[in-house]
């Protein structure tokens, strides 16, 4: 139970009618979930308006409203607060409903196109080896120590975020890791929080669906290092044209990672296999077992955070050569007849060329690459030729099939993918719509020492269609496929 007031606390108020001297017991934005002696905070969504629900909310027991415009009428007994923006009033108000746990422990946001889940993740991986407590927020998982919670968004709601940092504050974590989206800087989830730290990964053509240009998506993704405080550190890849751009108004301590530039952090590959890499950080080498250009430049970041958060340099690099992949991040198993199959959840134009081209670094060009990738429904749609285009160019043979279609018929969307595959290419490329069905074609088609990629939906176990789920786990049916056709 909290005094509204005191919840109330920094958020932008523009006028009250009603008394806020008074107690609630929680606070939802979803109308449905509101019950008696609750406040009701109207988002305006891209799909519906809180607004809309005001009286709803009112008769399922809200006793004070939280909007942007006050409604034409009003219910005598209740608290109505018009506030500058009620995303960023929920945000403020979760914070204080809960106490404010980010202040109680070093918060480390990590934003950008690819990269995020993998560095986020494995300095969860690399803190819990140095004996510490740790929190982490990613796509694939929400983690209170060791605690392990469903994640459903990359970066969840206000509520959300607040009440697990609460519990990991309880649990005694020290450190949280956090992938922050452009969704949910722009929704203002992240506004209210203390960030010790910020890292900038690359960017790259996405959200096009929800950001209308990628002016507007890469100022958004700027506009949380703007929002870092002095005592922070703003670490950015600064091989990627738009790092100069994330701290050219930020307050926080300036750093850099590269591995093509003069940077606070460097790093040269020296091997890379698909054992692993051996690279040389700062002038120390180190070998791991994580693979790829785009895994040098995450394992960097994370060395720099590492390093920034007070530990050891050469304690660092120990660790590092010590961590797993993460699940869907290039995750890889050999069959008995020796087929290399690797499972990524690169859905980016950029991630997905990252991947062949690695892949491409490392094989020896007497075996196939063949690829299988599809684009998910109700996304952005002007990436699926490009990513088609890439596929069938950097592969062997490259099968176009489903992805997450949600709401889309998935033939129209293979259609758009194929318009961006070069002529040149047609003979090497297949659409095969059910994704099942496409993986078990790559199967067959593949011979001893070949490599299969199955690129899109990586550590997700679902698909969805028309809006059921349904289980569907990459890497757990071509293990059976090859297990089964090649005996």
């Known amino acids: 139970m909290s005094v509204l007031k005191d919840i109330l606390y920094k958020v932008a108020i523009e006028a009250v009618k009603g008394s806020t001297d008074i107690t609630i017991d929680k606070m939802d934005f979803d109308s449905r979930k509101i019950e008696k002696n609750d406040v009701f905070i109207a988002i305006r969504?891209?799909?519906?308006?809180?607004?809309?629900?005001?009286?709803?909310?009112?008769?399922?027991?809200?006793?004070?409203?939280?909007?942007?415009?006050?409604?034409?009428?009003?219910?005598?007994?209740?608290?109505?607060?018009?506030?500058?923006?009620t995303n960023s009033a929920l945000a403020f108000m979760a914070a204080n409903y809960f106490g404010d746990p980010s202040e109680k422990m070093k918060l480390v946001g990590i934003t950008g196109t690819n990269g995020k889940t993998t560095i986020a993740s494995l300095l969860y991986q690399l803190f819990k080896k140095a004996g510490f407590k740790v929190?982490?927020?990613?796509?694939?998982?929400?983690?209170?120590?060791?605690?392990?919670?469903?994640?459903?968004?990359?970066?969840?709601?206000?509520?959300?975020?607040n009440h697990y940092l609460k519990e990991m504050a309880e649990s005694g974590v020290e450190y949280c890791f956090m992938e922050v989206s452009s969704h949910g800087i722009h929704q203002k989830r992240t506004e209210a929080l203390h960030f010790v730290g910020g890292i900038f990964t690359n960017l790259s053509h996405d959200h096009l669906d929800y950001h209308p240009t990628f002016a507007e998506y890469r100022d958004v993704k700027k506009s949380f290092?703007?929002?870092?405080?002095?005592?922070?550190?703003?670490?950015?890849?600064?091989?990627?044209?738009?790092?100069?751009?994330?701290?050219?108004?930020?307050?926080a301590k300036k750093l850099t990672y590269a591995l093509k530039?003069?940077?606070?952090?460097?790093?040269?590959?020296?091997?890379?296999?698909?054992?692993?890499?051996?690279?040389?950080?700062?002038?120390?080498?180190?070998?791991?077992?994580?693979?790829?250009?785009?895994?040098?430049?995450?394992?960097?970041?994370?060395?720099?955070?590492?390093?920034?958060?007070g530990m050891e340099s050469l304690e660092v690099l120990r660790l590092l050569s010590d961590l797993e992949s993460v699940s869907g991040r290039f995750q890889f198993i050999v069959s008995a007849s020796n087929i290399t199959a690797i499972v990524d959840y690169a859905h980016?134009?950029?991630?997905?060329?990252?991947?062949?081209?690695?892949?491409?670094?490392?094989?020896?060009?007497?075996?196939?690459?063949?690829?299988?990738?599809?684009?998910?429904?109700?996304?952005?749609?002007?990436?699926?030729?490009?990513?088609?285009?890439?596929?069938?160019?950097?592969?062997?043979?490259?099968?176009?099939?489903?992805?997450?279609?949600?709401?889309?018929?998935?033939?129209?969307?293979?259609?758009e993918m194929e318009q961006g595959v070069a002529p040149q290419n047609y003979k090497k490329t297949l659409t095969i719509t059910d994704r099942k069905q496409a993986i078990k074609t790559a199967c067959q088609l593949a011979q001893p020492n070949d490599i299969i990629l199955i690129a899109g939906k990586g550590h997700e176990t679902y698909q969805e269609i028309n809006g059921v789920r349904h289980d569907f786990d990459d890497m757990k049916i071509v293990k059976e496929l090859l297990e089964q056709l090649h005996k």
């Open 45 to 85: 969504g891209s799909i519906s308006d809180g607004h809309d629900f005001i009286e709803k909310a009112i008769q399922q027991g809200a006793v004070a409203i939280v909007c942007d415009t006050f409604p034409e009428t009003t219910t005598k007994g209740i608290t109505y607060v018009q506030v500058k923006d």
């Open 135 to 161: 929190g982490l927020l990613s796509t694939v998982k929400i983690l209170v120590d060791e605690k392990e919670y469903k994640a459903t968004h990359t970066t969840p709601d206000s509520i959300t975020i």
């Open 225 to 251: 290092f703007d929002n870092l405080p002095k005592s922070a550190f703003a670490l950015v890849n600064i091989d990627d044209k738009n790092g100069p751009v994330m701290l050219q108004n930020t307050a």
């Open 261 to 309: 530039s003069y940077a606070d952090y460097k790093a040269q590959i020296l091997e890379n296999q698909l054992s692993g890499l051996l690279l040389k950080i700062n002038g120390n080498e180190v070998w791991v077992k994580l693979i790829g250009t785009f895994n040098a430049y995450n394992l960097l970041a994370i060395y720099g955070t590492a390093v920034q958060l």
């Open 348 to 415: 980016t134009p950029d991630a997905l060329e990252n991947v062949l081209k690695t892949i491409n670094n490392i094989r020896t060009k007497n075996e196939q690459l063949i690829t299988v990738v599809g684009c998910g429904g109700n996304r952005d749609k002007t990436k699926r030729p490009i990513m088609a285009g890439i596929a069938s160019e950097l592969s062997d043979k490259a099968i176009l099939t489903s992805d997450n279609p949600r709401n889309e018929d998935p033939e129209v969307i293979i259609t």
